[in-house]
């Protein structure tokens, strides 16, 4: 996969807090930030997934309940 250099503005308070994760981890800051966008948009196609299921009449939806009959738990 190729890269490309992006800048963005961040609060202050949000830079440090990922300095200090990257030294913690010995990782480099655009490291962590480039995992958390990652981590970010695999959330969002979960959630677009879930709305589209939510609103298909052919994907049926279970309660928690059912689901835990199912399990057995």
């Known amino acids: ?6 800048s963005i503005t961040l609060d ?5 807090k990922i300095d200090s994760l990257a030294l913690g981890s010995d ?3 655009s490291w962590l930030i480039a995992q958390a966008i990652d981590s970010y948009l695999l959330d969002l196609d979960d959630a677009e997934e ?3 299921r939510s ?10 309940d059912e689901m835990r009959k199912l399990l057995s738990v």
Not at 1 to 6: E, F, L, N, P
Not at 12 to 16: A, D, H, L
């Open 12 to 16: 202050t308070n949000v830079i440090e």
């Open 1 to 6: 996969m190729s890269k490309q250099a992006v």
């Open 50 to 52: 879930a709305l589209r």
């Open 27 to 29: 990782r480099p800051r």
């Open 55 to 64: 609103r298909d009449a052919n994907d049926p939806m279970i309660s928690e």
